[in-house]
């Protein structure tokens, strides 16, 4: 099963500081919700990730690396895999960053693929579906966070639910016996979750968010996601507060 | 090790089991009833149906531990090839099964909606049935069969 | 909806060539017979394989590949062995001197790649669930938690999982030699002739999507050796041919095996099979020298059990424009999955002598591309190309008449072949024996009320009612028997079509019937039980039948496209004549008389016109004593008989669905379905009732419900029967089946076989009813499963 | 196949099954099972311990409380559906649960075991968010009221903390002049709604004064259609209530799985829920 994603977003702080953070595999690697790392040599590193989705729990072990790492054009690429630490499945990931300047910002676009085999893929209501995309959404949403960390106080968010209308959808041309959908429709929105082509029986729930508070979020992040992010962000601002901005910088981007 | 205790087709049982031991596993595996068959994982297929303390369950999706001071009943406590309950001998008469892998679970749930509707009409039979599959029969003679059995229950009540 | 009173059935038998009846007098041929295997599956006496125990029995597992195609860089299976009740773990490098490759019976083509196939991958995986690993222990729980401890690495390649990709330049290749299995090609008549300048042309394209057989009881294996033989107890359909290929496949010798099928809950052809698993156990018990049992879980059957269908149907017809059909062209891409199993190659090629179907037409052409994907292997299913074929060819004479304006049975019934013209040599050079569209299609529309139910449509469509009614159409032939072994042969076929029956009579005057085919809930023991008490005159109640071990019924080619009766009963039925022909023998030198003197009524020689007789009882207690026997008459009253028919047999038959479709859901629900069948002579009506209503179950639920799913990365994602959805009892209504009676000529008992016939004719009647329902709206197709999303996709498109 | 290994434990006290739970972060409720056993079985979960709660006479039964009715959580679906307090008090809740899974999975599976899983598929907590229930928990620290609009959190996540056990659900009784339907669209009889709709409607003088509707799978938790509840009221049976049917997806985010497309998803929740209100309108 694969996903796709693309995220873009802009972190107030000049390029070379978020170059410099993003190259930082033990701060940016807890950006993935439940990711644990376990070792870092040069480019290569170990560690974990659990996913939990109520009852279900699927955790992995692998390891990850950068690739084409070009500084020069601010891109780099991270490619992880793992296996299930418990089951036969596996899942790899690429995440290909691209940072430019922007008016003493930075503009960072962020995509992401997933592919996960196994038990977790072989089910019609897919767990890693449902999972998937919000996992990534939060990855790009906590790495925004992270290389805006050092730059400025946090605003506060206004606690305003997120219209769930106005959030990303997945989108749904195409009859559903067509045979090949055509090449993934990226709309205006800055989050959108970008369905396979071929395999667009199964996609996945991409960023869809429903109408829940910042706390709400939070505190469903806590649960999901595990802790390492938030333990990491405590003596910053504390984890709500990092958590309202996260709510913030979507909820700005989506307009 | 939790001790359990259940009763099976009448007979009493007292065995330590492994808390995840599935209760479909106690019957075949250590009880040797390997009357109920498993045909899912899922809960979906209905196979495997018995009766735990007169209704019906499916005992692949019951753990052992919890079936603890239960009385179960399988297709084998209902009736012998000499003498068989009324369902099963309409399921004989009405040519209700082929394979045969469906059929315990089929019986038991088929007895298992006369509780409610002793007479019930086709309608009642097919939503009744609607957790066990049978893949052979289309089904057709499963629900004479369950009528015929109705038929046949309420006389031996009546009569009794 | 009420079924047919008793009374109708088998009323319109038309009046071709009659046979003779068989020489029995006892009326069971034609009875509706309680089955006698039922009072053991109704209480729970079975013998399934997996209730079955030896001593110091050891439970198998195996390891199944998460990828879709990948090369296996490592396999480490010692974290399992050292964990408590772990007897040994196995990789397919540990068996690979050994293992040999799964075979493939049927090399259809000249052009054909068969490539190797073992049964535990070695270096490459080619879909996701193939085995590359494997665990034996002391029970179950012990051998599942194990498999967590076997460390595999694979390193990815890119998973082919489309038919039309995998076939263009440049694809990932799933085997070294490419992509493309077989091509085949047949021609007829003139074909440029027939479409140049046609009237009317249809040209249409369907797609026969995956289905998972999903017999109710999974597989399983149970093997065990003595230290010199083996034996094998397996949920097979094919005992006798398993045996075979297990020898040639391990090399152990072929009279050192010894399988038995037990009890076995459906097949469906899926088990019709010669299994990685059943292979490995073998090994594995040879290898530790203790039993061992595997039973699959329902999510391992469904990614490994091999699959159904799959093919890509273009079909053309070209037509004159009173709609009679000048030409038919098909060409096929059939799914082959990663690998050839026994017969997958052949499947397809089963359907490719019937597009033609029930027409006459003056040139056919079929062509066929097997194509290899990252997939489970297909194979056999019920029907195995024969529903494909039916499908393609029933759906396009909906078309056809619809362009045309006409009514879909007149359409079909200005290009069937009459009765009068049979036998019959088709376009597609296959000659049928016997039939009549004309009396079943018939009796079925009346049955249905044919024309009152086209009045409430046109009502319908009037008052724009969002429930539309939809009238579908299906008449059907195919060939049954799976026989002639020299047509088989012509083929390229790797076995005969025989098949054999053995008679024994006790000394008492019971009889054992021994039958090479092997039944997994057909009702064998009751309707061979039914002939030979015709036949010889005995107690329905004194015979009993034999099957499913080779060491019992020691030869036999088993039991799958509806061959079972009218290859192996008919052995039976020689069997007993030729039990009757030595009984003469010795009744004559008993009773001092010559044989031509006897005659033979109500299981007893009599001497004409006198009351000296002696029953078959005594000649075979007789025959037992052997205390006075004929010149050259050995003791005992047995025989033997192999009956290797010369055509296949061609039941046919007229199906009407109504479905009403729910314009705002898209939801489609079945209102009525009459089945008319002409299945030849029958032996035993409620049996074959029972077939015709689960095979029409069965073609239903491909038409609404069953579809196999792969993701574009060859993840199975209907794995469970939460997902691969099956119909309960409330999902499908009463049939009403009748049938016509136009006897099978290639066969004494005049029979023409039925396990497959319910599912080739009722798919595409309902998929014919739900486009006639959407028809006035502009659609023209609606992919199966027709879930109501597609339907409602459909109107949404045409609604644009 | 077969659950990997776990504990088990059958306290015989609501305090030690907090205990229990509140002492080992990866330990489960067993509520019945009928969903768990499934996940168990494949693999999927991994509880470190299964706290049963079978065993716990109260978290059963169903009772009146004047204003509500108190279902527990350990009530089974087949108790339920038979109650006559609940039939009568809350005919969707009936009516509703009748049509959860089968006969024999509703022997087992229980109310709370349902609303725990919070699966945005399962019938019931679209009908309990409809009829604005309140979920009772209870942990060490004491009981909690969570009201159903912030139970379910996200799929198969409820706001159930570590150590809290579900005691049940209060069910207002919405007295007299309402109309109840469960209207559940699904592919075969066994398979998961695609969408299901739970309505309750009160309606005088041939108008609609009120309506309470839950969605079924219209996103990661049960949805209230609050657009449709607020241009119900006082709508005309017939073409007004078409109308404010045609917002039932506004507000939702549903998924696209193997068994529908979000699209589909949304009309199909606009037509169900035009039926769901009239049935429960009485206006077929």
């Known amino acids: 099963m694969a996903m796709r994603f693309e995220h873009d977003f802009t972190v107030p702080v000049p390029i070379e500081q978020a170059w410099a953070v993003l190259l930082d595999v033990e701060r940016v690697a807890p950006c993935l919700p439940g990711a644990a790392l376990d070792t870092v040599e040069g480019d290569e590193f170990t560690g974990r990730m659990k996913i939990k989705v109520g009852p279900i729990t699927v955790t992995y072990r692998g390891s990850a690396r950068f690739e084409d790492v070009d500084k020069d054009a601010h891109t780099l690429t991270i490619q992880a895999s793992g296996k299930e630490s418990r089951g036969t499945g596996t899942a790899a990931a690429t995440v290909k960053a691209t940072l430019s300047p922007a008016d003493g910002s930075t503009a960072v676009a962020v995509e992401s693929s997933f592919n996960v085999t196994g038990r977790p893929a072989q089910f019609g209501r897919g767990v890693m579906a449902e999972v998937g995309g919000k996992l990534i959404d939060r990855f790009a949403a906590n790495l925004a966070d992270l290389l805006a960390e050092p730059a400025h106080e946090f605003p506060a ?36 979750a970008v369905p396979s082509p071929p395999d667009q029986d199964i996609r996945p729930a991409g960023t869809l968010r429903t109408s829940r508070t910042p706390d709400e ?39 | 090790m939790p001790r359990i205790t259940v009763t099976v087709d009448g007979v009493g049982y007292e065995e330590e089991v492994e808390p995840r031991l599935l209760l479909v596993h106690l ?86 909606l006369l509780r409610d509707t002793p007479d019930p009409s086709e309608e009642a039979i097919r939503e009744g049935l609607e957790g066990n599959l049978c893949r052979c029969t289309g089904y057709c003679n499963i629900v004479r069969a369950v009528r015929r059995g109705a038929q046949e229950m309420g006389q031996a009540v009546k009569s009794s | ?465 969002p429930v539309q009614l939809g009238i579908g159409v299906s008449i059907y032939t195919e060939m049954c028997g799976l026989a002639p072994s020299r047509l088989l042969g012509e083929s390229n076929y790797g076995a005969g079509g025989w098949e054999h029956g053995t008679i024994r009579m006790l000394p008492t005057g019971k009889v054992e019937v021994i039958t090479g085919t092997s039944p997994h809930g057909q009702g064998h023991v009751t ?50 004549e030729k039990v009757k022909d030595k009984a003469r023998k010795l009744a004559a030198h008993l009773l001092e008389c010559s044989p031509e003197d006897l005659e033979f009524a109500e299981g007893a020689f009599q001497v004409r016109g006198t009351d000296s007789r002696k029953t078959i009882q005594e000649l075979a207690f007789a025959a037992f004593t052997a205390h006075s026997l004929p010149e050259g008459v050995e003791a005992g009253l047995d025989s033997d008989s192999t009956f290797d028919p010369d055509n296949y047999s061609f039941p046919h038959g007229t199906h009407l669905c109504a479905v009403e479709v729910d314009t705002e859901t898209g939801m489609s629900k079945i209102r009525s379905y009459v089945a008319v069948d002409d299945v030849g002579k029958v032996i035993n009506p409620l049996i074959v009732d029972g077939q015709v209503h689960g095979g029409i179950a069965q073609g239903i639920a491909q038409a609404l419900y069953e579809e196999a799913v792969y993701d574009a990365e060859g993840n199975l994602l209907t794995t469970t029967m939460a ?78 | 196949m077969i659950p990997a290994t776990f504990d088990y434990v059958r306290p015989g006290s609501l305090d030690e099954a907090c205990q229990a739970l509140a002492s080992d972060e990866d330990a489960k409720a067993l509520a019945g099972g009928q969903s768990l056993l499934p996940l168990l079985r494949l693999r999927l979960a991994y509880p470190s311990t299964l706290v049963d709660l079978g065993r716990l006479p109260e978290l059963t039964g169903v009772h009146d409380r004047g204003d509500h009715v108190f279902i527990g959580a350990m009530t089974t679906h087949d108790e339920v559906m038979r109650s006559s307090l609940v039939n009568s008090a809350c005919p969707l809740v009936a009516l509703t649960t009748a049509t959860v899974a089968d006969p024999a999975v509703r022997h087992r599976g229980t109310f709370g075991g349902s609303l725990a899983h919070a699966d945005p598929a399962a019938d019931l907590p679209a009908v309990v968010l409809a009829l604005d229930g309140v979920l009772v928990a209870r942990s060490a620290e004491g009981e909690r009221e969570i009201p159903a609009a912030e139970f379910f959190v996200d799929y198969l996540e409820s706001a159930l903390r570590p150590g809290e056990i579900l005691l049940g659900a209060r069910i207002p009784k919405l007295g007299d002049g309402w109309g109840y339907h469960y209207e559940k669209f699904h592919r075969t009889a066994q398979a998961w709604p695609i969408v299901g709709v739970a309505a309750a409607v009160r309606r005088s003088n041939g108008s609609i004064q009120e309506a309470r509707i839950g969605l079924t799978n219209m996103g990661p938790t049960p949805l209230r259609a609050r657009a449709v509840e607020s241009a119900l009221q006082g709508a005309e049976l017939g073409d007004q209530v078409r109308q404010a049917c045609e917002q039932a997806a506004e507000g939702t985010s549903p998924s696209g799985d193997l068994h529908a497309q979000p699209d589909y998803r949304r009309h199909l929740a606009r037509v169900l829920t035009h039926r769901a209100i009239r049935t429960a309108a009485g206006s077929p």
């Open chain 2, 27 to 112: 019957l075949r595996e250590r009880l040797g009833k390997t009357g109920t068959p498993v045909g899912c994982d899922t809960s979906n297929c209905g196979a495997c149906t018995v009766m735990l303390d007169g209704k019906t369950v499916k005992s692949c999706s019951v753990l052992a531990v919890q079936a603890d001071g239960c009385d179960i009943v399988t297709i084998e406590g209902l009736g012998s090839p000499g003498s068989m309950h009324p369902m099963q001998r309409a399921f004989h008469e009405e040519h209700a099964l082929q394979c045969g892998y469906c059929t315990p679970g089929m019986v038991m749930a088929a007895i298992d």
């Open chain 3, 1 to 465: 909806m009420t079924e047919l009173d008793p009374g109708l059935v088998g009323e319109q038998i038309a009046e071709s060539d009659q046979i003779s009846e068989p020489g029995g007098t006892g009326g069971e041929i034609g009875r509706s017979r309680r089955r006698k295997e039922d009072a053991r599956l109704l209480t729970g006496h079975t013998r399934w394989t997996d209730n079955l125990v030896q001593p110091g029995m050891l439970y198998v597992m195996f390891l199944r590949s998460p990828m879709a195609h990948a090369r296996i860089t490592r396999v480490d299976v010692s974290g399992a062995r050292g964990l408590p009740g772990v007897f040994a773990a196995f990789s397919g490098q540990d068996f690979a001197d050994e293992q040999g490759s799964l075979p493939c019976a049927w090399p259809v083509s000249e052009d054909i790649v068969i490539p190797d196939h073992p049964p535990m991958a070695v270096s490459e995986v080619r879909y996701v669930g193939e085995a590359v690993a494997c665990v034996v222990a002391t029970d179950r729980y012990r051998a599942a938690d194990a498999l967590e401890a076997i460390e595999v690495d694979y390193e990815p390649l890119p998973a082919v999982v489309d038919m039309n990709d995998a076939l263009t330049e440049g694809s990932p290749k799933v085997h070294e030699a490419g992509n493309q299995a077989f091509t085949a090609k047949i021609t007829s008549g003139d074909i440029e002739a027939a479409f140049r300048d046609a009237p009317v042309l249809i040209d249409r394209t369907y797609i026969q999507q995956r289905l998972i057989p999903s017999a109710m009881e999974p597989r399983a294996v149970l093997a065990s050796t003595d230290g010199d033989g083996f034996t094998l107890w397996t949920s097979t359909q094919i005992p006798h041919v398993l045996r075979v290929m297990l020898a040639v496949t391990t090399g152990i010798p072929e009279h050192k095996i010894r399988v038995v099928a037990p009890d076995v809950g459906g097949g469906f052809g899926s088990k019709l099979q010669v299994t990685a698993e059943e292979v490995l156990c073998l090994l594995l018990t040879r290898r530790l020298g203790r039993p061992v049992k595997w039973t699959e879980s329902r999510s391992e059957g469904n990614l490994t059990v091999h699959h159904g269908r799959d093919q890509i149907q273009h079909i053309r017809v070209a037509a004159e424009s009173d709609g009679r059909i000048r030409g038919l062209q098909v060409d096929l891409l059939a799914d082959m999955g990663a690998y050839l199993m026994l017969v997958t190659p052949g499947i397809p090629m089963l359907g490719a002598a019937l597009y033609n179907a029930i027409y006459k037409m003056d040139a056919y052409e079929f062509g066929c591309t097997g194509v290899f994907t990252t997939k489970m292997p297909t194979d056999a299913y019920r029907g195995a190309g024969r529903p494909e074929a039916t499908y393609a060819i029933e759906r396009v004479m909906d078309e056809l008449a619809a362009e045309l304006g006409l009514d879909p049975v007149e359409v079909r019934r200005r290009n069937w072949i009459r009765h009068e013209e049979f036998p019959y040599t088709t376009i597609a050079g296959l000659t049928y024996d016997s039939g009549n569209y004309e009396a079943a299609t018939d009796r079925a529309m009346a049955l249905f009320g044919y024309d009152k139910l086209r009045a409430e449509q046109a009502d319908r469509r009037d008052r724009g009612d």
């Open chain 3, 527 to 576: 309707a061979w039980s039914q002939i030979v008490a015709d036949t010889l005159g005995v107690p329905f109640e004194d015979i009993t039948v034999l099957h499913g071990d080779t060491a019992i019924s020691h030869k036999g080619m088993d039991t799958y496209g509806s061959r079972s009766l009218v290859v192996g009963g008919v052995a039976v039925l020689q069997a007993c």
């Open chain 1, 217 to 255: 979020e939070a505190l469903d992040l806590l649960e999901i996601a595990g802790t390492p992010l938030l333990k990491r962000l405590a003596p910053v601002a504390g984890a709500v507060a990092a958590l309202l901005l996260i709510g913030w910088l979507i909820r700005r981007l989506m307009r």
């Open chain 1, 157 to 192: 968010a206004p606690a305003v639910p997120v219209p769930a209308e106005g959030a990303a959808e997945v989108p749904e041309e195409g009859p559903a016996e067509g045979p090949v959908e055509g090449p993934a429709v990226v709309e205006e929105r800055h989050l959108s």
């Open chain 3, 723 to 800: 997902d691969y959805l099956l119909p309960s009892a409330a999902d499908l209504p009463t049939f009403v089946t009748d049938r016509t009676e136009t006897p099978a000529t290639s066969n004494p008992l005049g029979v023409k076989g039925v396990g497959e016939a319910g599912t080739i004719a009722s798919t595409p009647a309902v998929v014919n009813a739900i486009v006639d329902a959407l028809r006035p709206r502009g659609i023209h197709d609606v992919q199966m499963p027709c879930t109501p999303e597609r339907v409602w996709r459909a109107l949404e498109g045409v609604r644009r």
